[in-house]
Structure formats: structure tokens, C-alpha cells
């Protein structure tokens, strides 16, 4: 049973710095590419950061320079260092696994078939 479960969120100010995590069990890291997407109240999903299994990594436009997607295999452990917020970045933060994926290009949703229940990120 591979389920993801994401941690981190929270309420913060503009300008402040969340850390959400995502931990996996049934699934190796090493494995899979893994991604974080986020979706606000009346807006579609977005894909906000991807690493592969080679670290290659890929960004939305809207967070580079302010967010840091990173992995831990050993703990297979999923990370997204959020900096700077914006009221904008507030939404769910999901993550979610490709597998057999070893080098993201873009933070498309494409391939992503297991994900977690979501993190929620509030920015005043």
C-alpha cells in the first residue's frame, strides 16, 4: 500500500518561511520522480516544483528563487522550503510520485499517479 503524507503547514506572514514535507511508505524515492502541486480555492492545480531521481529539479516560474524542492532517499523523505511568501502562495500543497521517471523537465502534472491528501498554506 504506498500511501504520501504531507506535514508542514501552516499560517504565516508575507515574507515568512514554511518547510512542508512529504513522507512516503511503499514507494522508494529512488524510484520515482516526486512533485509538489498546489491548487487555491477557485483556481486550478499548479505544479510548483519537481525533482527527479537523478536531482534534476524544475520550478514554476511563480516560486523560482523563493522555493527549494529537495529529497531525502534514505528517509524517503520529500521537502519544499518555501521563502518570501506571497499571499498568492497560499493553497493545498500536495505532493505526488511518477514512477519509473528519472528526469523532470517541467512541473506538469503528466504521470503523476499517487498522491498525497494535501497540506494547507495560509499567507496574511
Known amino acids: 500500500h504506498v500511501q504520501l503524507v504531507e506535514s508542514g503547514g501552516g499560517s504565516v506572514q508575507a515574507a515568512g518561511s514554511l518547510r512542508l514535507s512529504c513522507t512516503a511508505s511503499?514507494?522508494?524515492?529512488?524510484?520515482?520522480?516526486m512533485a509538489w502541486f498546489r491548487q487555491a480555492p477557485g483556481k486550478e492545480r499548479e505544479g510548483v516544483a519537481a525533482i527527479g531521481r537523478d536531482g534534476s529539479t524544475s520550478y514554476a516560474d511563480s516560486v523560482k528563487g523563493r522555493f527549494t524542492i529537495s529529497k531525502d532517499n534514505a528517509k524517503n523523505t520529500l521537502y519544499l522550503q518555501m521563502n518570501s511568501l506571497k499571499p498568492e502562495d497560499a493553497a493545498m500543497y500536495y505532493c505526488?510520485?511518477?514512477?519509473?521517471?528519472?528526469?523532470?523537465?517541467?512541473?506538469?502534472?503528466?504521470?503523476?499517479?499517487?498522491w498525497g491528501q494535501g497540506t494547507q498554506v495560509t499567507v496574511s
Open positions: 511503499g514507494l522508494s524515492f529512488s524510484r520515482a520522480c
Open positions: 505526488a510520485a511518477k514512477l519509473f521517471c528519472t528526469v523532470v523537465l517541467s512541473t506538469t502534472a503528466q504521470g503523476y499517479n499517487i
